[in-house]
């Protein structure tokens, strides 16, 4: 990687909180829906090979109440994959229907595969007052973010750009140069991160990462709380 990506994982302290910033809702939501809904939205995002879905799976099975979201996608159902678990995989033309019908809460383009998050099932679980967590890329982030002010951001941080490129070897599921472009954009995602997510996690020990996580969800309001 180069030199300017590896000096983005240059972090000093674990877990950054900043101080939240409010934006104007979307004409797309209702701020009443916003005030009626009891549950609480959390984005989490990182670079490919940084374990956030490790993450969210484990987080989401030890919180009560928690609903962890499918998102859609166009890439290929990968092997061991099932359709409905990993993701729900649609061609491109199902996806750009979506898109029409106005069911995706965000979407969006990565690496030639489109992705994005069914806005049903979170806008029903978050009215039940469930903790929603949506494991997605950086650009629905922001997405979501200007939909839902309140909505918690949690960033997932590899310890170091040697490890992040060890994990993105081992994982098999893709080409050499596939894994590269992803290490390659990794510096440029982590570096918008730092402007859009609160909360940045160094992902170096998984239990402390994913208890880490659990705490920021669990002192962070409703996306109902005044």
């Known amino acids: 990687m180069a030199a300017e990506h590896t000096a983005c994982f240059r972090v000093q302290c674990r877990v950054v909180r900043r101080i939240p910033r409010y934006l104007m809702l979307s004409d797309m939501i209702q701020a009443r829906d916003q005030e009626k809904a009891q549950g609480k939205l959390v984005v989490v995002s990182g670079p490919s090979g940084a374990g956030k879905s490790t993450i969210c799976r484990e987080v989401a099975r030890r919180l009560d109440n928690a609903f962890l ?29 979506c898109i029409e019908n106005g069911t995706l809460l965000e979407y969006a383009e ?28 950086i650009q629905g982030g922001k997405q979501v973010r200007a939909l839902y002010p309140r909505a918690v951001m949690v960033f997932i941080l590899p310890p170091s750009a040697k490890v992040l490129a060890q994990r993105l070897g081992h994982r098999g599921r893709e080409t050499a140069e596939a894994a590269a472009r992803r290490l390659g954009g990794a510096g440029a995602e982590i570096a918008t991160a730092w402007q859009y997510y609160d909360n940045m996690v160094i992902n170096d020990e998984l239990e402390q990462a994913i208890t880490e996580v659990i705490q920021i969800i669990e002192h962070a309001p409703g996306i109902g709380d005044t």
Not at 73 to 80: L, M
Not at 114 to 123: E, I
């Open 110 to 137: 990565v690496f030639g595969n489109l992705y994005g998050t069914p806005k049903d099932k979170t806008d029903e679980a978050l009215l039940a007052g469930k903790i929603v967590i949506l494991e997605i890329d």
């Open 69 to 97: 979201s499918v998102s859609v996608t166009t890439r290929p159902i990968g092997p061991g994959e099932e359709n409905g678990r990993e993701y729900w995989f649609l061609s491109r033309e199902e996806f750009h229907k």
